[in-house]
């Protein structure tokens, strides 16, 4: 086991403090496409997922994922070093979740935006503006999905 830098329940409390709603990058997007004039509803319990936006004018839902917690392919992930069993299922559920919740919503006739973190942030980041350009050309279009990655992941594929 490699050492932790913080007690057990420092780091404990350091990781149920973590939300799941309202993160720095939701709270950036949000704002640019409400200054846009984008009207949406927040996390609605009543759609798989409970995605981040809901665009029901545009039948378009956008969820924002943080690179660490659905396991992306980019310079914000690294598998932690204790509990490596633990992190890799847990990873490997979330984004199992997450495919089975796009699928669900694609077939019930909703558009699938993903808006990864290291879009927003970090060293790869493309910029809120070219983010908020790419959705809102997204929400205007017939495009059924849109993945917004940073440079470096779209630089890989």
Known sequence: MCADRVTTAVRSR???SIGSKDTKPELKLRSLLHRQGFRFRLHRKDLPGKPDLVFPRYRAVIFVHGCFWHGHD???????KSRKEFWRQKIDRNR????VQ????TNLGWRVATVWECALMGRSRLGIDKVGE???AWLQSDEAALELRGREAEEAL
């Open 134 to 136: 790419c959705c809102v």
């Open 96 to 99: 199992e979740r997450d495919e």
């Open 102 to 105: 796009r699928e669900t919503l």
């Open 14 to 16: 350091i990781m149920a």
């Open 74 to 80: 980019c310079h914000l992930f690294s598998m932690p």
